[in-house]
């Protein structure tokens, strides 16, 4: 048994993981998410040559060069480029940060290593989560040891932890038509062009022990207004039951203002996991936004009973 926690800066959605049951706690786990949520795989296969080699030939190729061949690998995927494998040519992807770029260099280019013990973490014990955006990554995996002639099976299980406040925009789905706005002298990122039925959904929630949500609303402004409505939070799908909703007046303002409001979330809901969808309504006016959000954060406390 192994077990291993990753941080990854990126709102991470854990109905994308790549599901596999892999034979020991995967080195370098963070890299092979960040491949799975970028472009790679449209060019690449681990197993197989596509457009650009297979992953597990570029392991083999660069085997016995390991400082160099993370250097080489991870200059490869941010600025691109041809030679190594022949004429056709990787794109360029200035937009992968260099840290991130050299964790998918270094799972792509620990494919096929012989395992090496690897540090894991105790099997019970308690790890701090500091972190206020992105994601941890909880791996677990085990192999048994067969019976007769049934060969060890292994399994795995990822688990990830998000923080309690939650960017909007880094939700991980929206409906057609949302779209991130930023206000005039204000860095933060608002979703915008919540219309009538439109909504943004938080996958695999599980909302045990949390009593309520906090919303961070921006008004509207002097280039976008905002005709207020109603917003429903409903689970499984948009159209799923609902859990709670909230009533939204207009309110705009000369520049984008923000306010928090407060959703409370009834206390006999359903255990486990499930997609948080946020429906925004106004059947009388289904052609403006109904507010801007900027994030929503997770309470956890004491239910008030009576
Ligand atoms: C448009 C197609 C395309 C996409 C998208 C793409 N690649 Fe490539 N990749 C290629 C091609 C073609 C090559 C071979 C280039 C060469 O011959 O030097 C390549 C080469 C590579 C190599 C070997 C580098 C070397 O110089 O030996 C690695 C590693 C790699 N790609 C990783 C990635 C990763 C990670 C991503 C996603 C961030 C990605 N690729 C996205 C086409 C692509």
Same mark, same amino acid.
């Given at each position: 048994?192994?077990?291993?926690?990753?941080?990854?800066?990126?709102?991470?959605?854990?109905?994308?993981?790549?599901?596999?049951?892999?034979?020991?706690?995967?080195?370098?786990?963070?890299?092979?998410?960040?491949?799975?949520?970028?472009?790679?795989?449209?060019?690449?296969?681990?197993?197989?040559?596509?457009?650009?080699?297979?992953?597990?030939?570029?392991?083999?190729?660069?085997?016995?060069?390991?400082?160099?061949?993370?250097?080489?690998?991870?200059?490869?995927?941010?600025?691109?480029?041809?030679?190594?494998?022949?004429?056709?040519?990787?794109?360029?992807?200035?937009?992968?940060?260099?840290?991130?770029?050299?964790?998918?260099?270094?799972?792509?280019?620990?494919?096929?290593?012989?395992?090496?013990?690897?540090?894991?973490?105790?099997?019970?014990?308690?790890?701090?989560?500091?972190?206020?955006?992105?994601?941890?990554?909880?791996?677990?995996?085990? =192999?048994? *040891?067969?019976?007769?002639? %049934?060969? $060890?099976?292994?399994?795995? !299980?990822?688990?990830?932890?998000?923080?309690? +406040? /939650?960017?909007?925009?880094?939700?991980?789905?929206?409906?057609?038509?949302?779209?991130?706005?930023?206000?005039?002298?204000?860095?933060?990122?608002?979703?915008?062009?919540?219309?009538?039925?439109?909504?943004?959904?938080?996958?695999?929630?599980?909302?045990?022990?949390?009593?309520?949500?906090?919303?961070?609303?921006?008004?509207?402004?002097?280039?976008?207004?905002?005709?207020?409505?109603?917003?429903?939070?409903?689970?499984?799908?948009?159209?799923?039951?609902?859990?709670?909703?909230?009533?939204?007046?207009?309110?705009?303002?000369?520049?984008? =203002?923000? *306010?928090?409001?407060?959703? %409370?979330? $009834?206390?006999?809901?359903? !255990?486990?996991?499930?997609?948080?969808?946020? +429906? /925004?309504?106004?059947?009388?006016?289904?052609?403006?936004?109904?507010?801007?959000?900027?994030?929503?954060?997770?309470?956890?406390?004491?239910?008030?009973?009576?």
């Amino acid at each position: 048994m192994e077990t291993s926690v990753d941080y990854i800066e990126k709102a991470v959605n854990p109905n994308k993981l790549p599901k596999q049951a892999a034979e020991r706690a995967e080195p370098y786990v963070k890299g092979k998410v960040l491949i799975a949520g970028s472009d790679c795989y449209a060019c690449h296969a681990v197993d197989r040559d596509v457009n650009g080699p297979s992953f597990q030939a570029v392991a083999s190729k660069y085997r016995n060069n390991n400082d160099f061949a993370v250097a080489t690998v991870y200059r490869k995927i941010i600025y691109g480029g041809s030679g190594n494998w022949g004429q056709r040519s990787m794109s360029a992807h200035p937009n992968i940060r260099e840290e991130d770029a050299i964790e998918m260099a270094r799972w792509i280019l620990a494919l096929g290593d012989p395992p090496k013990p690897k540090q894991t973490l105790p099997l019970s014990g308690e790890y701090l989560l500091s972190a206020e955006k992105g994601a941890y990554l909880l791996q677990a995996s085990y =192999r048994d *040891r067969g019976k007769n002639t %049934l060969p $060890p099976l292994p399994a795995e !299980a990822v688990l990830v932890l998000r923080p309690a +406040l /939650f960017q909007a925009d880094q939700c991980d789905e929206r409906s057609r038509g949302v779209g991130n706005y930023k206000p005039f002298d204000n860095d933060t990122t608002t979703l915008n062009e919540l219309k009538h039925n439109a909504w943004f959904a938080i996958n695999q929630v599980d909302l045990q022990g949390i009593t309520s949500l906090t919303l961070r609303l921006g008004s509207g402004d002097y280039r976008n207004t905002y005709c207020g409505g109603r917003l429903e939070i409903h689970s499984g799908k948009p159209g799923g039951p609902i859990l709670a909703s909230l009533d939204i007046p207009a309110v705009n303002e000369k520049r984008m =203002r923000f *306010r928090e409001v407060q959703i %409370l979330i $009834p206390g006999n809901l359903p !255990a486990g996991y499930s997609d948080l969808y946020f +429906l /925004f309504k106004n059947e009388v006016n289904q052609g403006q936004g109904v507010t801007g959000v900027d994030w929503v954060r997770f309470n956890i406390g004491m239910r008030n009973e009576g």
